[in-house]
C-alpha cells in the first residue's frame, strides 16, 4: 500500500478500525487515545469519552508502528516517541510503553478539509471587524508579528489567515517542522524540517532552514512555530530587514509570548548579555496576536497588542483591542465582546497608506 493510493482516512482506519467512525466525523478535530480501553475525541473545542477500545495493547502498539512505517517514519522501543504528518495534513503523535503509564498514546490532530478563511473567523465570533481591519492593517504595512496562545487554541489556523493578507507581489518563504500551512500566494516557497535516519544522520533543524532561507531573497519569512533555539535566528532575521515575517509561539499572555521567545533564544546556545537580548526583540518583534479557547469550547482572538521599547529592561506592551468576557450563561456559553483598548502608533502611516483601522 503506497499513500497516495487512500485517502488519509482509509490509511488510518487500516490501522485504527476501532475508532473509524470518529476519524470520518467532521465533527471531531482531535482524537486522544490513552492505551487500549480509553478514547476521548474533541468536538467543538470540547472534550468528551467515547466507547470505543482496541482488542488489545499489542494490537495498539502495532497500529501505531505501522502508521510510523507508512509515512517513512521510525516508532520502536528504541526511537518510542513519534511525531508525524499524515498526506492530508492532519498530525500524529505517538509514544509507547515504557514512557507511556497507561499504553501505547496516539494523538490525532485532524486536518480541516476547508481552509479557515477570514469571513469563517467573523461568523464563529472568534473575531470582529475592528480587530479583523486591524491585523489586516499589521500584515500590509509589513509588521513582524508574533501568534500566540495556548495548545490547541488556533493559532496556526490565525498564522493562515494573517498570511491571506500578504501581497501576492512578494516572495514568501515558509519554514515548518511539519506542513499545515496553506498560503494562497503564487510566489511561496516551502521547507521542512527532516528528521535524524535510524543512525542518527541527515537531521535539517529549523536553525538550518531559517539560515538557508535568509539566503534566498525572501520578501516575508513565514516559520510555523517558534520551539527553541531558532528563536535566535528568527530575531536576528527580523533585525536585518526581513519586515513583515511573522510566527506562533505557545504562550498563556503577549507578554508571556516575549519572555518564551527569549528563553528559547537562550536556548541556542549563544552567550548574549539578556538585555541586549531583549533590546533585539521588542525590536524585530512588532505585534502580538494572542488566542484563547474559552471555558465554552470557542476560540477567540483575545488580545492584539503592538511590542514597545523596553523600560527599565523590562517588556512593555500596548493592547490595542481585547476580548472582554461579560457573564457565563447556565449552558456554559460565555458571553462579552471585544473593545478596543488604544490607538495604534502606526494610525498615521496606516492613514498615509490608505488602510482603514
Known amino acids: 500500500m503506497t499513500i497516495a493510493d487512500n485517502s488519509t482516512e482509509s490509511f488510518l482506519v487500516l490501522f485504527l478500525s476501532p475508532v473509524k467512525e470518529f476519524l470520518e466525523d467532521e465533527s471531531v478535530s482531535e482524537i486522544l487515545i490513552n492505551g487500549p480501553k480509553s478514547v476521548y ?5 470540547k472534550l ?6 482496541f482488542v ?18 521510525i516508532l520502536n522501543d528504541e526511537h518510542p516517541i513519534l511525531d508525524a504528518r499524515l498526506p492530508d495534513g492532519s498530525r500524529v503523535h505517538a509514544v509507547l510503553p515504557p514512557l507511556s503509564r497507561v499504553g501505547t498514546i496516539i494523538a490525532i490532530r485532524k486536518f480541516g478539509r476547508e481552509s479557515l478563511t ?26 513582524n508579528i508574533i501568534v500566540s496562545g495556548a495548545t490547541s487554541t488556533g493559532k496556526t489556523s490565525i498564522l493562515n489567515v494573517l498570511s491571506s493578507y500578504i501581497p501576492d507581489s512578494h516572495r514568501v518563504l515558509v519554514i515548518e517542522d511539519a506542513s499545515e500551512l496553506q498560503l494562497q500566494q503564487s510566489h511561496v516557497v516551502s521547507m521542512e524540517v527532516r528528521n535524524a535516519d535510524a543512525h542518527g544522520k541527515g537531521e535539517v533543524t529549523m536553525r538550518d532552514l531559517i539560515r538557508s532561507a535568509l539566503r534566498l531573497r525572501p520578501d516575508r519569512i513565514v516559520i510555523g512555530e517558534i ?34 521567545l527569549e528563553t528559547c533564544a537562550l536556548l541556542a546556545g549563544i552567550d548574549i548579555p539578556l ?11 512588532e505585534a502580538i496576536i494572542h488566542v484563547a479557547r474559552l471555558p465554552d469550547g470557542t476560540r477567540k482572538v483575545s488580545e492584539v497588542s503592538e511590542v514597545l521599547p523596553l523600560e527599565n529592561g523590562e517588556y512593555r506592551l500596548k493592547p490595542l483591542v481585547r476580548w472582554r468576557t461579560e457573564s457565563i450563561e447556565p449552558d456554559g456559553t460565555v458571553k462579552g465582546g471585544f473593545e478596543k483598548v488604544s490607538e495604534p502608533t502606526f494610525a498615521e502611516l496606516a492613514k498615509i497608506y490608505g488602510i482603514e483601522l
Open 118 to 143: 477570514i469571513d469563517k473567523l467573523l461568523s464563529f465570533g472568534s473575531i470582529d471587524e475592528k480587530t479583523e481591519r486591524l491585523i489586516r492593517a499589521l500584515v500590509l504595512l509589513s509588521k
Open 41 to 45: 475525541v474533541e468536538r467543538h473545542g
Open 275 to 285: 538585555r541586549a537580548l531583549r533590546d533585539q526583540v521588542v525590536s524585530g518583534v
Open 48 to 53: 468528551e469519552k467515547v466507547e470505543a477500545a
Open 56 to 73: 488489545s495493547e499489542q494490537g495498539l502498539k502495532a497500529a501505531a508502528m505501522n502508521i510510523a512505517k507508512s509515512v517513512g517514519r
Open 227 to 260: 520551539r527553541g533555539g531558532e528563536a535566535l535566528d528568527l530575531i536576528q532575521a527580523l533585525n536585518t530587514g526581513h519586515a513583515g515575517s511573522m510566527s506562533t509561539i505557545h504562550a498563556n499572555s503577549p507578554t508571556d509570548a516575549l519572555r518564551r
